[in-house]
């Protein structure tokens, strides 16, 4: 009896990370917009909407391989992203966080309704290759060869982000931009263009997690709106403008919404907002704050 609770808390926990990367994925592009250029985007959901369509369209109607579906995901709504900041998002900048929430709103509903109209109201059936349907052997324990997949992709480019941000020039560029636009501006430093191709990245990191969690999270119309209150648990409890924060935020709340659902699942969607109160009265500013 013992073994075998112990097997099954360890195939919770290790479900929880693989859901908690996936949540993190999404959910740091979010951070960069709302912490560094301060910019609440409630339509994040919306570009990993267009990421999860993007990868499954490819996939089920023009049999492009899994894999060759990610990257395409994310250019596409990196794209999608950066021409919308061009055209609507940049005007808004100055504006009050107020008009920011209804703007974006307004664009989640807007996307919800075009989703509908283009593919239909239905879930996407998505059929992942033989090698990421099966289980996996890890230190004893039988874990899905797709949840090993999402945490590895995840660790890449967490890795990989926090490199560019704090190792490139590009990523110092967009510290300096953040922390004071007229001095950066001043240094030759094109801060419309950073501003942009920084939105951008967050949109394609979206797009990214949205192909990818179509296994997991589901892809129907109502995504943008279902997962809206995830994502924005993830920055506010990890903290907006960081990259760690949010990770160690989504993999607590991973963690903590699967075990709820599993244990107690007559209150488990409750868990996770019953965390979130908790850890945003112990921690007001986030888990981590981003240093200026």
Do not use: C
């Amino acid at each position: 009896m013992g073994a075998a609770m112990l097997g099954n808390f360890a195939g919770v926990l290790f479900d929880g990370i693989a859901y908690g990367s996936l949540l993190f994925l999404i959910s740091v592009g979010l951070s960069v917009t709302m912490g560094m250029m301060n910019f609440i985007n409630l339509a994040h959901g919306a570009f990993a909407m267009l990421g999860g369509y993007v990868s499954v369209t490819l996939l089920s109607a023009l049999g492009v391989p899994f894999l060759a579906t990610l990257p395409l995901a994310f250019i596409a709504s990196a794209v999608v992203g950066l021409v919308l900041e061009r055209l609507l998002y940049r005007r808004l900048y100055k504006a009050s966080h107020l008009d920011q929430v209804l703007f974006s709103i307004g664009l989640t509903f807007m996307s919800v309704a075009a989703a509908t109209y283009f593919f239909g109201p239905t879930q996407q059936p998505v059929t992942l290759p033989e090698w990421l349907r099966g289980q996996v052997h890890i230190l004893g324990l039988d874990v899905g060869a797709y949840r090993v997949f999402l945490i590895g992709v995840v660790v890449l480019v967490t890795i990989a982000l926090g490199l560019l941000i704090e190792r490139t020039r590009f990523g110092a560029q967009i510290r300096a931009s953040v922390d004071n636009q007229t001095a950066s501006a001043g240094l030759g430093i094109n801060v419309s263009l950073v501003f942009s191709l920084t939105f951008a990245l967050g949109s394609g990191l979206a797009g990214l997690g949205g192909g990818l969690g179509i296994d997991v999270l589901g892809l129907d119309p109502s995504f943008p709106v279902k997962y809206m209150v995830y994502f924005l648990l993830v920055v506010a409890v990890g903290g907006a403008g960081t990259i760690k924060g949010p990770l160690v935020a989504a993999l607590i709340l991973g963690v903590f919404d699967v075990a709820g659902k599993y244990y107690v699942p007559e209150i488990g969607a409750f868990v996770i907002y019953a965390l979130m109160v908790v850890l945003l009265i112990v921690f007001p500013a986030g888990l981590i704050r981003r240093k200026a």
